[in-house]
């Protein structure tokens, strides 16, 4: 079955900081995968996706299926980074299954 | 990406009645989908809504529980029927990408049931 999983409930790091927010999936094929964010009291929004392999916000994030990792990484971290991450796995439009997120804080 | 809106916000409700959510997309789109985000909790899929067709209902929820409508291709709604307080969430609908297999969300419909 299809599952993601994200370890961290709360990440804190300083201001400056690099930071890594851990996914890891289970799935059988080739799969896609994303990074979505929720800002305080803003929808969730797409951050990345694997497939285009883009930096957003100066964060990026490499498949890794041999570990079957999405980790997600930016190396200065900003106090505007603050929010609720997700990551995501979509089997070919079949569904989309979200891992539990990681609250990350970035301290002054 | 979509521009994608519901309706209500947010509502409290009574436990037994019911609830409607709309959700409204600026472009035509094949499928449309439904999540609940419990409180504390990450997005867990209810449904996919298709155009001319019945919703396809993941495992553990319903259509008598969460009957959907899907008149057009840019707007659906959910019902939370019955309802109980073990229904308070945030219901979000979401459209598919042209160019990539993401997702795009609504802002979200924050339930609490009394």
């Known amino acids: 079955a299809q599952r993601v999983t994200q370890p961290e409930k709360l990440l804190s790091v300083f201001k400056g900081a690099p930071v890594e927010l851990k996914c890891n999936y289970s799935?059988?094929?080739?799969?896609?995968l994303f990074w979505y964010v929720q800002y305080s009291r803003q929808r969730l929004q797409l951050l990345l996706r694997h497939i285009s392999r883009e930096s957003i916000k100066g964060f990026t994030a490499d498949l890794n299926k041999g570990e079957t990792s999405f980790h997600l990484k930016k190396p200065f971290a900003q106090e505007e980074d603050s929010a609720m991450y997700y990551c995501?796995?979509?089997?070919?439009?079949?569904?989309?299954?979200f891992g539990p997120g990681t609250r990350l804080s970035v301290l002054p | 990406s979509a521009v994608i809106s519901q309706k209500p916000s947010r509502d409290i409700c009574q436990r037994g009645t019911s609830l409607t959510i709309q959700c409204q997309v600026d472009s035509q789109v094949t499928m449309m989908f439904w999540y609940r985000q419990q409180p504390g909790q990450s997005l867990t899929l209810i449904a996919t809504?298709?155009?001319?067709?019945?919703?396809?209902?993941e495992s553990g929820f319903v259509i008598d529980k969460f009957p959907i409508s899907r008149p057009n291709l840019t707007f659906s709604t959910l019902t939370v029927s019955n309802m109980s307080p073990e229904d308070s969430s945030i219901y979000l609908c979401?459209?598919?990408?042209?160019?990539?297999?993401?997702?795009?969300f609504g802002p979200g419909t924050r339930l609490t049931v009394l």
């Open positions: 979401s459209v598919g990408g042209t160019l990539y297999n993401e997702q795009f």
């Open positions: 799935y059988s094929g080739s799969p896609e």
């Open positions: 995501a796995l979509n089997n070919y439009g079949q569904n989309f299954v």
């Open positions: 809504a298709n155009q001319g067709s019945e919703a396809t209902y």
